[in-house]
């Protein structure tokens, strides 16, 4: 039986475009499940979830081109509302003989389209609006029994619909905000077209993971590798409402933390939250086990063995237990998943707690792992953590290692944690911390000539880095006041002793990534 939060379902099928997974965060926020799955999945998977409407994402390649991406048969068997949105209207399009042209210009950018009346469309955002457009193909010719809903001065077919069928094709992306209806428009899609109603809740997601994990496990013990991140943390506290002391949480200080993160993260999961918790000391092993390593891949994969090693032997002392508890996120999974074709993903292998050994033999509670980092925080409030952990920068798998440009030592490490300190206070104090996605600081190994007094000093370069993005794919650098960037340089000369320069990355992901490592 199908449980109350999943009784809507829209499948978004992901022609590999980069907006794919926010077209899935805007359904969640209207308070439907979905799923993304990438388009050349098999058919039984596609029927199983058995949608209420399906949404064909945007995507890099040109129908025109032989081996294009399709959309699977098994779509338009499925009897339920369909919207293609960019590369997925022409998709659609070409599916039922529509004309599809690539034209000499892309068009980019915001576009003031004209919506014909009394259409689906109009319905929804009357008769002009903005959207938000990035195509070279368009469609010249509606399929036959489609009709054309809307034009630009660019593009004659913006959008076309087959309303008897249910099928709708836009060829802007509503899922950006940058398209001032776009939201609208999907929500018309998914209520009014789909039929779908707003059951996705935060409170309506903790009952159900709660009564979930409670089945599961039952009187079994459960272990929970934390971090301090968001996604770890939302876990305990999940775990620890729906079996309290069966879980035991281990938190491994590997000296790669950021300043004070080890004494926090033991306060509110044990003072506040009376969780169970173990802390391990584990700085020296760490840092013995990275000594002379300066290939950024070396040092993750040690960092990912030593955690395995001492997560492991603290997870034997505890008796009974049969649960590893991880905080895997649907992102995680989506990135993972990868398509047959291997078109549609860059796929990134992160350091979790994963890699560890069969000979733990431990089932894996993945609870998170349909949600969204936003969806995730929204439950982290519904469980009471304070906001401060949930509405932090998110802090890599291999810590401070990753922001230490070649070998990893702990003066090195010290100077890059008090300078992180300074950066976080400072775009705290101005009210930047929040306008920014992520902001860090990064050690360079390399020495500059200054002037500390009177005297010449010769010491190392510190890299600060703030970034905007929405899904960590890409990313620009922020452009923060100059003012703040001068005063946070200036603490940090004066305060972090051994450091002589600062400069500020102003790279784009990609081609840059947002960590240095
Ligand atoms: P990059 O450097 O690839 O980072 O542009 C993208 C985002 O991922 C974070 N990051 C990690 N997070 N384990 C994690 O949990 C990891 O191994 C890891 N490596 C990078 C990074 O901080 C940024 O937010």
């Known amino acids: 039986m199908v449980d109350q939060i999943h009784s809507y379902r829209i499948l978004i099928l992901d022609f590999g475009g980069q907006y794919a997974q926010l077209l899935a965060r805007r359904i969640r926020e209207l308070g439907v499940y979905c799923v993304l799955l990438p388009y050349d999945v098999s058919p039984e998977q596609l029927l199983d979830i058995e949608p209420h409407g399906v949404i064909l994402s945007g995507g890099p390649e040109s129908v025109q081109q032989l081996d294009s991406p399709k959309i699977p048969d098994i779509v338009w068997r499925m009897r339920c509302p369909v919207l293609g949105v960019c590369y997925g209207m022409q998709a659609m399009a070409q599916a ?3 004309v599809v042209e690539s034209k000499a210009q892309s068009e980019y950018g915001h576009t003031v389209i004209q919506v014909q009346p009394n259409t689906w469309l ?13 195509h070279t193909d368009q469609v010249v010719r509606c399929p036959a029994d489609f009709d054309m809903m809307a034009s630009s001065a660019q593009c004659d077919v913006v959008a076309f619909s087959n309303v008897k069928k249910g099928y709708y094709g836009v060829q802007f992306h509503p899922e950006v905000t940058h398209t001032s209806e776009g939201f ?3 929500k018309y899609f998914v209520y009014d077209c789909c039929g779908c109603e707003a059951v996705w809740t935060p409170h309506k997601i903790v009952d159900q993971l709660v009564d979930e994990i409670r089945q599961a496990v039952g009187q079994d013990r459960v272990v929970l590798g934390l971090s301090g991140g968001v996604d770890s943390a939302v876990t305990a506290a999940l775990l620890q409402r729906a079996i309290g002391d069966q879980m035991t949480a281990i938190f491994v200080d590997n000296g790669l933390l950021r300043a004070h993160e080890a004494d926090e993260v033991e306060s509110i999961f044990t003072d506040q939250m009376s969780m169970q918790l173990v802390r391990v000391d584990a700085q020296e092993q760490f840092l013995s086990a990275l000594k002379g390593i300066e290939d950024p891949e070396m ?41 047959a074709s291997g078109k549609a993903h860059v796929i990134k292998s992160h350091h979790n707690v994963g890699g560890l050994p069969d000979s733990l033999s431990l089932k894996l509670l993945e609870p998170l792992r349909e949600l969204f980092k936003d969806e995730v925080r929204k439950l982290g409030e519904v469980l009471g953590l304070p906001g401060t ?13 990753v922001r230490v440009m070649g070998e990893v030592k702990s003066d090195y490490l010290k100077m890059v944690r008090e300078a992180d300190a300074i950066f976080i206070a400072v775009l705290k104090a101005h009210n930047w911390y929040h306008r920014v996605a992520q902001a860090l600081v990064v050690f360079l190994p390399i020495k500059t000539v200054g002037v500390v007094g009177d005297q010449r000093a010769y010491g190392y370069v510190l890299a600060l880095r703030a970034v905007e993005t929405t899904d960590f794919m890409t990313a620009t650098a922020v452009q923060l006041p100059e003012g703040l960037v001068q005063e946070v340089s200036t603490r940090i000369i004066n305060e972090v002793s051994g450091v002589t320069r600062v400069v500020y990355d102003v790279s784009s992901k990609p081609p840059a990534t947002i960590e240095w490592e």
């Not at 001492?310 to 649960?323: T, Y």
């Open 389 to 401: 952990l949930l509405h932090r920068h998110p802090f890599p798998g291999p810590g401070l290692a």
């Open 184 to 186: 609208a428009i999907l």
């Open 299 to 339: 040092k993750r994969k040690i960092i990912g063995r030593e955690f395995v090693n001492v997560f492991q032997a603290h997870a034997k002392q505890l008796k009974d237990v049969s649960w590893l508890a991880q905080g895997t996120i649907y992102p995680d999974v989506i990135e993972s998943a990868g398509t």
């Open 96 to 98: 039922f003989e529509g």
């Open 122 to 134: 109009s319905a929804c955002v009357g008769e002009s609006t903005s959207v938000w457009m990035s």
